[in-house]
């Protein structure tokens, strides 16, 4: 199993305060992605990064802001939390791109039920 | 743009028999890739199989098989006698291979075998 934590692993907030999840791994793996679930949408990206200090939206990044200044660790953070951002969240990571430009598979985290009420 | 399909939202079968889960994709990639992922009741997302474009060769694991189309942009996934423990959320999801690594998931198949 790939070495991915999710940190916390459940968290009720209200409305309007700032939430931070952390992802956590031991892979040395370049490439993190944060995605949310939701009933009916599957995952959808939420952002990614490539790198230490390198990052890029996903679909649904609105309202969400991300960091990476360790290869092992890739936060996501809600500057002020809402009631439809209530989700699972899920990190995933995956290896470097490799030699033939393929993309690599990714392997996700236990996941992160946030609640906003 | 790129979208994957699955059309069945829940299945339910009894132990033993056979079940196939639809995954449809669309894409304007020459290369791209697929995948399959399993998440059972504990919540985990647990990699089935990753497959390339450029292999149509069906694919057995097990009692697990999967059967590539590209004629018909199908990544079907059959489980063969299934199980009890193979009820879970399957997900189908996509991957063009030109310089990105996003990844465009279906809205996923709920498995239930009932004993």
């Known amino acids: 199993d790939a070495g991915i934590t999710q940190s916390p692993r459940h968290k009720v907030t209200e409305t309007g305060t700032p939430v931070t999840l952390r992802c956590h791994q031991t892979e040395n793996h370049r490439y993190m992605y944060w995605y949310r679930q939701d009933p009916g949408h599957g995952l959808r990206l939420i952002h990614y990064s490539y790198g230490v200090k390198d990052t890029d939206k996903g679909e649904v990044s609105d309202g969400y802001s991300v960091s990476r200044s360790k290869t092992e660790d890739f936060l996501l953070t809600l500057e002020s939390a809402t009631s439809s951002q209530t989700s699972v969240y899920f990190c995933?990571?995956?290896?470097?791109?490799?030699?033939?430009?393929?993309?690599?598979?990714?392997?996700f985290g236990p996941g992160t039920r946030l609640t906003v009420l | 743009a790129q979208k994957v399909t699955q059309a069945q939202t829940e299945i339910s079968v009894v132990e033993k028999e056979d079940v196939t889960l639809d995954c449809v994709y669309e894409?304007?990639?020459?290369?791209?890739?697929l995948f399959w992922y399993k998440q059972p009741p504990s919540g985990e997302l647990v990699f089935l199989i990753r497959r390339n474009s450029f292999d149509e060769q069906n694919e057995i694991s097990g009692r697990y098989s999967w059967n590539f189309q590209k004629s018909t942009s199908s990544f079907n996934f059959t489980i063969t006698a299934s199980q009890v423990v193979d009820s879970a959320v399957y997900f189908c999801?996509?991957?063009?291979?030109?310089?990105?690594?996003?990844?465009?998931f279906g809205t996923g198949t709920r498995l239930k075998v009932l004993a």
């Open positions: 999801a996509l991957s063009g291979g030109s310089g990105t690594y996003k990844y465009i």
């Open positions: 995933a990571i995956s290896e470097s791109r490799g030699s033939s430009g393929n993309t690599d598979t990714q392997y």
């Open positions: 894409t304007r990639d020459t290369t791209y890739y």
